[in-house]
């Protein structure tokens, strides 16, 4: 690899990292909702124009993914609901609704922090942003701050656990 390439290459690694941190800041918000946190921002010459956090309980609705908020409120921006030339930054792979609406909305490229082996849709359980049979496929890259994004999902889930322990113990 070329000097030039490795530079290119540092410089996007710590553009997706500067990102990343504020899809983690947006997952930190629905973890304060007793959400999944799960955040996501959209970027678009260099301008964050969409974010989003998980709110399916506070919202009652299947549709209130961080994804989706963020899609929504990047073409409210841009005018248009194509987001091409546009980056989605999320702390959490993406499931098939939202991988769907990433097709769908044309994103450019996906930066996914931690995989979700249960239920992802960009790599885990399939990839539904490389189909070729669809008339458009999304760049992925994985494991940006992978360790805090995990973390999160990780610590959310234990609290989870405990609180429904001490829950059945007050009964």
Same mark, same amino acid.
């Given at each position: 690899?070329? =000097? ?6 540092a410089?996007?690694?710590? !553009? ?5 941190r ?6 930190? &918000? ?5 959400? =999944? ?8 010459? +260099? &301008?964050?124009? +969409? ?17 989706? =908020?963020?899609? &929504?409120?990047a ?8 987001l091409? /030339? ?5 702390? !959490?792979?993406p ?27 960009? +790599?885990?359980v399939?990839n !539904? !942003? ?10 992925l890259? =994985? +494991? ?13 889930f234990? /609290? ?12």
């Open positions: 690899m070329s =000097t030039e390439n490795t530079d290119l290459c410089e996007q690694k710590k !553009l997706d990292e500067k990102y990343m504020e899809a983690i800041r947006q997952a930190k &918000k629905a973890y304060k909702l007793d959400e =999944t946190p799960i955040g996501c921002v959209i970027v678009h010459d +260099g &301008k964050i124009i +969409g974010r989003g956090y998980n709110r399916r309980n506070t919202d009652k609705s299947p549709l209130a993914h961080a994804e989706i =908020t963020a899609i &929504k409120k073409s409210k921006k841009l005018g248009d609901w194509r091409e /030339e546009c980056t989605l930054y999320v702390t !959490l792979e499931c098939q609704m939202c991988a769907g609406a990433i097709i769908q909305s044309r994103v450019t490229r996906v930066v996914v922090g931690c995989m979700n082996p249960k239920a992802g849709c960009a +790599g885990s399939l !539904l !942003l490389d189909v070729k049979a669809f008339n458009h496929q999304a760049e890259a =994985t +494991g940006v701050l992978e360790e805090e994004c995990s973390a999160l999902m990780t610590g959310f234990r /609290e989870l656990r405990e609180r429904k322990k001490m829950l059945k113990k007050s009964i």
